[in-house]
Nanobody, 114 residues
Framework: QVQLVESGGGLVQAGGSLRLSCAAS????????MAWYRQAPGKQREWVAT???????TYADSVKGRFTISRDGAKNTVYLQMNSLKPEDTAVYYC????????WGQGTQVTVSS
């Protein structure tokens, strides 16, 4: 019954911006910790950002200062605002939630051209 559906990926030039969305169903975004991960071709999936309950969001060093994770409880959606994109940000981006069940979205492709 729980589903996480990412959208907003695409092709962007280096220095550009994208906003990814993760629309949740069967689970409440506003009362559960949420995170974004990414996986580049031939690489392991890596953590990008987390929005826990009662704590300030945290970010991987590689995206700190450029990416922002946020929630919209009314839309039951979590976002990842990505600014100043670099070619090394190219990856499939995945939404993640635990409550303590573990849920993953199917991913959305982000490609940053140099």
């Amino acid at each position: 019954q729980v589903q996480l559906v990412e959208s907003g990926g695409g092709l962007v030039q280096a220095g550009g911006s994208l906003r990814l969305s993760c629309a949740a169903s069967g689970v409440i975004v506003g009362t559960n910790p949420m995170a974004w991960y990414r996986q580049a071709p031939g690489k392991q999936r890596e953590w990008v950002a987390t929005a826990t309950i009662g704590n300030t969001p945290t970010y991987a060093d590689s995206v700190k200062g450029r990416f922002t994770i946020s929630r919209d409880g009314a839309k039951n959606t979590v976002y990842l605002q990505m600014n100043s994109l670099k070619p090394e940000d190219t990856a499939v981006y995945y939404c993640y939630m635990w409550n303590p069940g573990v849920y993953w979205g199917q991913g959305t492709q982000v490609t940053v051209s140099s």
